[in-house]
């Protein structure tokens, strides 16, 4: 089984929003058990970085970086497919162009994105979406 995270699920997971973070934390735990594939973009763990540097400082961000690297997530790296397809979904979706590179991960990699993001909504027909909250 696999899952990808998007940056609201690992933002409410940082900042102990129950019962979301509670909901990650399980993940991570069968993750790091070998019974469940995490994967989170690239373009994601950057929006978490930054929206950390101006929540909690920049020395926050790069202690969240050290500890992503080791964490049993599979960090999906940026393709010209998989561009295009976020682009595509940005195009004809009114959602941010980072929560689309989220939701084409998802869309590409065939299992559900986990998040609590209402504005993912929009794309419930396209792919399995797995609420958090």
Known sequence: MK?????????????DEKPASDSVQNFLNLAEAGEL???????????VYYRLIRS?????????????????IRLAGVTRSLTLMA?????????AYA?????ATA???????VTGDPELNALERLIELEWLG
């Open 3 to 15: 899952k990808v995270l998007d940056a609201w699920a690992m933002l409410a997971w940082l900042q």
């Open 37 to 47: 594939e995490l994967e989170m973009n690239l373009i994601n763990v950057g929006e």
């Open 56 to 72: 909690e400082g920049e020395e926050t961000a790069r202690a969240f970086w050290r500890d992503f690297r080791r964490m049993p």
């Open 87 to 95: 682009a595509s979904l940005k195009g004809m979706y009114p959602i």
């Open 99 to 103: 929560d689309a590179f989220a939701a």
């Open 107 to 113: 869309k590409a990699e065939r299992c559900p994105l």
